[in-house]
């Protein structure tokens, strides 16, 4: 079982349509984490949020932090072809040893066609 | 300033043999995190070192193992190794050390055939 469940698995859409892609647990995070990873590169960070209910924006990304910190989305408005990637979000659970660990979705591949 | 620098970028190695991979985390981290990242499984954690002591491991059978040196660049060793360990290794530094501010390096693609 996985312990953090990111939908959707796959996301093929057209340039300049909007996308929203979920991260679920039944487990409190600390924090969390959005990544986007190219292929053959590590994931770059895009955000941290570590407050309940927190959003934050990033040009045309818009991030939540479920209030009970149990959930996350990524929101994308007007997708572009350079936003094509593997997008993983990642957190760090609350309590007991968590030094260095996060606990990675399994990550959504996004296409964006022109 | 440099990112999190991990050598070599690609290895092919032979079932049985041994491997050992490096990684040089941003100057001033102190934590360093290891990662498996496998088509099937996703990302795993291997292991975390800080100070050169080993403080939390992943669910991986002993013959992957890992150290950090003083100045904060860490190893990793794979013994014995089986066609399952084909993977993107990949390592992460932070400063600080519970969910916050990880940079990852491009990863080791190691090939075991």
């Known amino acids: 079982t996985q312990l953090l469940e990111q939908s959707p698995q796959f996301l093929s859409i057209q340039e300049g349509e909007n996308l929203t892609v979920y991260c679920n647990s039944s487990s409190v995070f600390s924090s969390l984490q959005w990544y986007r990873q190219e292929p053959g590169e590590g994931p770059v960070l895009l955000v941290t949020?570590?407050?309940?209910?927190e959003v934050k924006k990033l040009k045309r990304l818009t991030f939540q932090f479920g209030d009970a910190r149990k959930d996350s989305s990524l929101h994308i408005t007007a997708a572009q072809t350079g936003d094509t990637g593997l997008y993983l979000c990642a957190g760090a659970l609350e309590g007991g040893t968590s030094y260095g660990k996060l606990t990675f979705g399994q990550g959504t591949i996004l296409t964006v066609h022109p | 300033k440099a990112g999190v620098t991990q050598t070599p970028r690609y290895l092919i190695k032979t079932r049985g043999q041994q491997v050992t991979l490096s990684c040089s985390p941003i100057s001033g981290h102190r934590s360093v995190s290891w990662y498996q990242q496998t088509p099937g499984q996703g990302l795993q954690f291997l292991f975390e070192?800080?100070?050169?002591?080993?403080?939390n491991k992943g669910n991986f059978p002993g013959r992957f193992s890992g150290r950090q040196f003083s100045n904060s660049r860490s190893e990793m060793n794979v013994s014995t190794l089986e066609l399952g360990d084909s993977a993107l290794y990949l390592c992460?530094?932070?400063?600080?050390?519970?969910?916050?501010?990880?940079?990852f390096g491009s990863g080791t693609r190691l090939t075991v055939v």
């Open positions: 070192y800080f100070s050169e002591t080993q403080r």
């Open positions: 949020v570590v407050t309940g209910g």
């Open positions: 992460a530094s932070s400063v600080q050390t519970l969910g916050y501010g990880y940079t």
